[in-house]
């Protein structure tokens, strides 16, 4: 147990993703405003770290995120996350935190996986073909219902524009916590800010004061899950994964919570698969583990140039010391 405990937590997590993009995608067929549900989400991480902040995301890609749900399914939500880490990348290049060389081929690697990512995410959104028969799903379905009322279009810009969001605080958060290395604290300080934000944009977009009411029902369900369980347990569980094997490992999993989630929406919430989204799906992944294998190479160069500098300065001062 104690030598899989990595494993067993990164599987932890990806399902706790999965239940996320399904609960907040009922919640909100089931009528919940979207700017109300980032509200809430907000307000239940507050209170669930607020005790672990004194021991020691994010408003506009959540709003969109929430947003989009409406104009999309649960799948492609757990789908476009797998973008994130290609457009972080491209992300970082543009602002110089991170280098590449096409002279090299972990520097290749990260673009083309970059590319392919991008490119499985757009096929995944737009291109549906015939649907997969082995559910026998009738037209009826609550997919078919949320495209029939939105667009095929407004959905995924959406979605993709939260992940395009979601990569910029990543970055930033790098530069943050150099700063301020309280984790806690300043996760607490980030969501009880997001929440105020949140707030203010979903009284001005919905002065309905009938939205803002929770009852025992899927509403409260998903806000608590997303809140409590999603910012506040699988933040100390990652973080430790991190800190046992390392960023490339955690991010490996990502493409599960994707799998986990078609699956689980297929079979509760009668959402229809298509030959399409498959073919999206493993470009996404492809692209994903492509960057993924190109970063681990890089790293593993550089501590392998790091340490044969360090040889060559441990053998420069012998020399000295002997001469």
């Known amino acids: 147990m104690e030598k899989n405990k990595a494993y067993l937590a990164m599987l932890f997590i990806q399902f706790v993703y999965a239940g996320m993009a399904l609960l907040s995608k009922a919640a909100i067929s089931k009528g919940m405003n979207p700017y109300v549900f980032v509200v ?44 994130i880490p290609a457009i972080t990348f491209i992300m970082a290049v543009i602002i110089r935190v991170e280098s590449f060389s096409i002279k090299h081929v972990h520097g290749l690697a990260k673009i083309l996986g970059s590319i392919v990512s991008l490119c499985g995410a757009i096929i995944f959104a737009l291109v549906k073909g015939h649907p997969l028969d082995f559910m ?75 939205t803002w009411k929770l009852g025992w029902d899927i509403h409260l369900l998903s806000v608590a899950y997303c809140g409590v369980i999603v ?36 079979l509760l919430w009668k959402e229809t698969l298509y030959w399409g989204s498959v073919g999206g799906t493993i470009l996404l992944v492809v692209g994903l583990y492509s960057v993924l294998w190109g970063k681990n190479r890089e790293s593993l160069e550089e501590k392998r140039h790091e340490k044969g500098e360090a040889i060559l300065e441990e053998t420069r001062l012998e020399c000295i010391i002997k001469h």
């Open 40 to 83: 809430y989400r907000q307000v239940f991480a507050s209170i669930a770290l607020s005790p672990f902040a004194f021991f020691d995301r994010l408003t506009l890609s959540s709003t969109l995120y929430y947003v989009a749900m409406n104009n999309t399914s649960a799948t492609f939500a757990a789908a476009s996350t797998n973008t």
């Open 231 to 266: 910012t506040g347990v699988c933040y100390w569980v990652q973080v430790c994964s991190i800190e046992e094997k390392g960023p490339v490992f955690t991010a490996m999993f990502t493409p599960l919570a994707l799998i986990i989630t078609a699956i689980c929406s297929a």
């Open 136 to 210: 026998n799903h009738s037209s009826s379905s609550q997919t078919d219902q949320v495209h029939s009322k939105g667009d095929f279009i407004k959905g995924p810009i959406m979605m993709l524009s939260a992940n395009i969001a979601w990569s910029l605080w990543l970055i930033l958060q790098g530069f943050i916590v150099k700063q301020y290395p309280a984790k806690f604290r300043l996760t607490t300080l980030q969501c009880f800010f997001s929440c105020i934000q949140s707030a203010i944009f979903a009284v001005a977009m919905d002065r309905n004061p009938s």
